[in-house]
Nanobody, 122 residues
Framework: QVQLVESGGGLVQAGGSLRLSCAAS????????MGWFRQPPGKEREFVAV????????SYADSVKGRCTISRDNAKNTVYLQMNSLKPEDTAVYYC???????????????WGQGTQVTVSS
């Protein structure tokens, strides 16, 4: 069992930065691939980024590539999403999730956090 708690969301102006954190409980955190997803208002949940269990591989949605960096600290059971050059279209609830495989599909993620709101004003 893994429990995930996101933090770091908030209101930021366009062009600004935020760093989201996701703290995990459970001794098996380091065995999971960790992903970030987001759900904009009125839209479906979408993939943002994923990092392999050891941190050796990452993958990003085209919409955030070059602006976001996913990282993890297995000693702290925490995964991060650094978001720079934020745009109003980045406004969404951001979720972290844990999967047994390195992939982009929400259905493959077994554990989810409760989400943190990110609002980017123009």
């Amino acid at each position: 069992q893994v429990q995930l708690v996101e933090s770091g969301g908030g209101l930021v102006q366009a062009g600004g930065s935020l760093r989201l954190s996701c703290a995990a409980s459970g001794r098996t955190f380091s065995t999971y691939a960790m992903g970030w997803f987001r759900q904009p208002p009125g839209k479906e949940r979408e993939f943002v980024a994923v990092i392999r269990w050891g941190g050796s591989s990452t993958s990003y949605a085209d919409s955030v590539k070059g602006r976001c960096t996913i990282s993890r600290d297995n000693a702290k059971n925490t995964v991060y999403l650094q978001m720079n050059s934020l745009k109003p279209e980045d406004t969404a609830v951001y979720y972290c999730a844990a999967s047994n495989s390195f992939n982009r599909r929400p259905v493959e993620y077994r554990y989810w956090g409760q989400g943190t709101q990110v609002t980017v004003s123009s």
